[in-house]
Each structure stands twice: as structure tokens, then as C-alpha cells.
């Protein structure tokens, strides 16, 4: 079962890159990077080191580098600065007991990158030069990967259009980066049910739209909504589509359990397919769940936690894992979620899987720093 699949493009066998490695001079020292270490929090501290592989449709892909972290030069007309031409990924690198390093299913994430750059018009990265990006960044920062509970390091490949023209058309010259930011456990004091605002006057993305792309652009339509969440006194948004669907949260999927022990999550061409989510149901599917990925419309959750067919409801994402929704708040209502244990058992499951102490059965690691 994979939602992932390969686009038939740049998945070819292609000649690996030679990468130019400046080291920073200025890199932190270790008891620096200890210090930071400690508590890292999320998205605050970044390595010594990039990675960027530029792009021209003259050229394809070329100089391949890595550099000391730092400002990116744009020229003031650069593409992504007026037309939103940019795409990212996130993914993190886990510390095992022996030191070693390793990532979880970075050639889905590859493939997602490829097909969001192909909903934004921009060039398809060979999944080779992803995972080659991956390893020259572990080999110079691999210090950076914590080793404390739940601590990870947070890989963000990204890639914009860089070219200097107003005209509207895909950029001809793009760049591709990536940065790493170590993390800490994204929950301080454990996972807490958080409480989610149903967004009913906005939308994250439309039929047809970019949705189902990782791209700044719907990030940025999702900030609105998530400040009235804020206001309302929520954590997260929750998005339902034009038909009233259920959606999926800002940056994260939702699933339900019913008390059958299906789990079952919306699928529709405008949500974002989770690496996590697809992960977390293999899971549940080997231990005998049925899956099923669906419309749901809204009354079908709040009917369902009404009577007692639904049992649990969480969110899933690479950053937090797996997070139980307590609440779903609206302007006319305050459903209060109910909670079991199944959230919680499949983010051990996998977590465990991640920092290899749980048997890798699926083939999900890939190890960087070798
Ligand atoms: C990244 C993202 C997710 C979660 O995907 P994972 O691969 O599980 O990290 C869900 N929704 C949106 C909108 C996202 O951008």
C-alpha cells in the first residue's frame, strides 16, 4: 500500500553529482552546538552548512555545492519574490543508540518534490540528487543530529525560481537548497490533545488548485485562518473543501477511528498526502485495521463522535508526529473529541521504528552517514 508513487520523469538512472564542499569557517564550536542541543526548540537554529544545486533550462542541473549557511543573494525581480514559484519538503534525520544516522522514507519524499514541482511549473529533481543531498549535508553537520529523547535533526529541502523577470511564465533559472535545523520534541511534557478551529469563512486550497502541492503559497493562505484559530482560543484550523468535506489541518492530515477500529481519512485531489499518514496506516493495517481513504463530510465527524462511532481523532505530519484533536470548535458549536489509545500506540510504533528500536520491517530507514 503506497499513496506515493513515482512520476514517470527524472526517476531515470542519472550519474551522481560532484559537489563542491566549502566548509565554514565560522561553524560553531562543539560546546556551542552543545548548548543548542539541549533545547533546540523547532526552526530556530540552523546548521553550519547548505547544500544548492542551480537550475537553467539551458543547463539542467549544475554546480552542485556545499557552503557555509548564510544569506541567499536574490536579485529584487527574482520570479519567487512576485509570483510565489517555490515548492519545499521536510523530513528529519534520527540519532540511534550506535551513533548511526538515519532518515525515513526520503524517496517518497523526493518523488512529492518532483510532483510539486510539476504543479508549479518548476523542473523535476532527480530523486538521486535528493537523497545525494540528504548524505553531503549529514557528512559536513552530522554532529547536528541530536541524540536525546525524541530530539531529531529537521531537514528542509526547498527550491524557488530565481530568474530576474517579470513577465509570468516558469522560471528558466531555479535553485535548489537545503538547510537543516535541529529539533527538539515537539510536544514539551508529552502529547497533549490539541484543540482545532473549524475554518468555515476561508479555504487552504481549491478543486484544481495547489493543494496537494507542498508550496509556500498554500502556507500562506492557511495563516489567516490560523490566527482566528488563535483568537478562538484553538491550536490548529481545520479546512473542509467546497462540498464540506473534512480536509485536513494547516500542515497536518487527519484521521478518525470508528469503533469497528477502521481508521478512515479524506482523500481528495486538495489535501497534501502525508509521508506520515501513509506510514502510520501500513501500521495500523498489520495489526489488523481496516483503512479507508474517502470523503467525509463534516456531519459524519460531528454525528459520529455524537454517537459514539467514532472513538478517536488525530492529526499526523512529520513535525509532531502524531497529535490526538481534543476539540473541533466552530462558530456554532464545541464538540468535544473522544480519546483511546490507538493515537498514541501507532506514534510509539513508529517513533520506535525511526530511532531503531522497533524492527524496521517495511524497509522504511535509509541510513545517511554511510
Ligand atoms: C507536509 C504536510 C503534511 C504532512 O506530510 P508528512 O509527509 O507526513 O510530513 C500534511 N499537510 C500539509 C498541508 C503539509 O504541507
Redesign the pocket.
Known sequence: MTLIEPTDRATADVAPLEFAVTKNLAAKNPAQRAEILVDPGFGTSFTDHMVDICWSARGGWHRPRVQPYGPIALDPAAAVLHYGQEIFE?IKAYRHADGSIHTFRPEH?ARRLQRSARRLALPELPVEYFLQSLRELVAVDGDWVPSGADQSLYLRPFMFAKEAFLGVRPAQKVAYYLIASPAGAYFTGGVKPVSIWLSEDYARAGRGGTGAA?TGG?YAASLLPQSEAYEKGCDQVVFLDADGNVE??????VVFVTKDGTLVTPQSESI?E????DSILQLAQDRGHRVERRAVPLPEWRDGVASGDIVEVFA????AVVTPIGVLKAAGFEDVQPTGTLALELRGHLTDIQYGRAEDTHGWLTRLDA
Not at 485536513?248 to 492530515?253: D, S
Not at 502525508?274 to 499518514?277: E, K, L, P, Q
Not at 499526523?316 to 513535525?319: D, E, I, S, V, W
Request: hydrophobic content about 25%.
Open positions: 521536510g519524499n507542498k498554500n485536513e489541518l494547516g500542515g497536518m492530515n497534501l502525508g509521508i506520515t499518514r499526523c505530519g512529520t513535525a
